[in-house]
Each structure stands twice: as C-alpha cells, then as structure tokens.
C-alpha cells in the first residue's frame, strides 16, 4: 500500500504561481511512477503531468506544457507540481497517484491522493 496526502493548493490570481507537493507513505515510493490529475466541475478526471521512478522522464499534457514543472524527491518520498502562468482553466481539483509505469491514463494508477483545491481568479 502507499498512502498520498497532497498539500499547497489554494486560491491565486491569472499569473500567479503555486506549487504542490504530494507526501507519500507506505511501500516503496521510489520504485514508482508518479502522476498529477486534476477534476474541474462537472468534468472528467485528466492527466496533467507524469514522472518515472527515477525523476529522469517527465511527461506533460499539452494544456499545462512549458507552464508546470513535474518533479520528485526520493529521500523524501514526496512528488512535486510547480504551476507558473496559471489561468482560470487550471482551476480543478489536483490529484497525485502512484503507477508502476508513468501514464496518462488514470485508470492504471494504483494509488490516489484525496486532492487538493486549486482556483484561479481571473
């Protein structure tokens, strides 16, 4: 099992920055892949950005490209999701999970977080 609390959202202005850290525990967190997911309102769960094991491959969708930065901490067992230029579209709620291979699908992530809130004020 690995457990995964999320923490740093919040509410920021079209512009701003935030950053998102997501403390894991239980099983080895270094052998797996990570990911963030956000949900908006009424929309489906979609991917945002993925990490291997190792922090050497990140993965971006096209929405959040040259805006996030996906990055991890092994000694620390945390994940991290720096958010640049925010925009009113990013506002969701933020997920991270854990997966053996690094995916944008979220039903081959085995492990979730609870989220946290992000909004972004225009």
């Known amino acids: 099992q690995v457990q995964l609390v999320e923490s740093g959202g919040g509410l920021v202005q079209a512009g701003g920055s935030l950053r998102l850290s997501c403390a894991a525990s239980g099983r080895t967190f270094s052998s797996y892949g990570m990911g963030w997911f956000r949900q908006a309102p009424g929309k489906e769960r979609e991917f945002v950005a993925a990490?291997?094991?190792?922090?050497?491959?990140?993965y971006y969708a096209d929405s959040v490209k040259g805006r996030f930065t996906i990055s991890r901490d092994n000694a620390k067992n945390t994940v991290y999701l720096q958010m640049n230029s925010l925009k009113p579209e990013d506002t969701a709620v933020y997920y991270c999970?854990?997966?053996?291979?690094?995916?944008?699908?979220?039903?081959?992530?085995?492990?979730w977080g609870q989220g946290t809130q992000v909004t972004v004020s225009s």
């Open positions: 990490i291997t094991w190792t922090g050497s491959r990140a």
């Open positions: 999970a854990a997966t053996s291979v690094p995916t944008t699908k979220p039903g081959q992530y085995n492990y």
